[in-house]
């Protein structure tokens, strides 16, 4: 019910959107984010948006780097990615939460978007 797009290979200090559409019912309900993988590590938290876009969170990691933003009107959810380095590539998960603005519960993922940051 989550499909991400916008990954791809970039080069350090290049930028990328990531988008996320969903089909979820009552999509303005929820809280949206995004975590990240990258191999030999846990996933981890990036950024959440609360359910009209008035709060957004950002891992201490992409603050000033990344944005989150949405369009309830698209059910659509971005991530904008600026200066971008070796460090962020990872898998990119798309998450959907009804009732934690930061994402603690997920109810929804997407299948994930690989984003290669190359040096």
């Known amino acids: 019910q989550l499909v991400e797009s916008g990954g791809g290979l970039v080069q350090a200090g290049d930028s990328l959107r990531l988008s996320c559409a969903a089909s979820?019912?009552?999509?303005?309900?929820?809280?949206m984010g995004w975590f990240r993988q990258a191999p030999g590590k846990e996933r981890e938290f990036v950024a959440a948006?609360?359910?009209?876009?008035?709060?957004?969170y950002d891992s201490d990691s992409v603050k000033g780097r990344f944005t989150i933003s949405r369009d309830n009107a698209k059910n659509t959810v971005y991530l904008q990615m600026n200066s971008l380095k070796p460090e962020d590539t990872a898998v990119y998960y798309c998450?959907?939460?009804?009732?934690?603005?930061?994402?603690?519960?997920?109810?929804?993922w997407g299948q994930g978007t690989q984003v290669t940051v190359s040096s």
């Open positions: 948006i609360s359910w009209n876009g008035g709060t957004t």
């Open positions: 979820i019912r009552t999509f303005s309900n929820y809280a």
């Open positions: 998450a959907a939460s009804l009732a934690s603005h930061r994402l603690i519960s997920v109810d929804y």
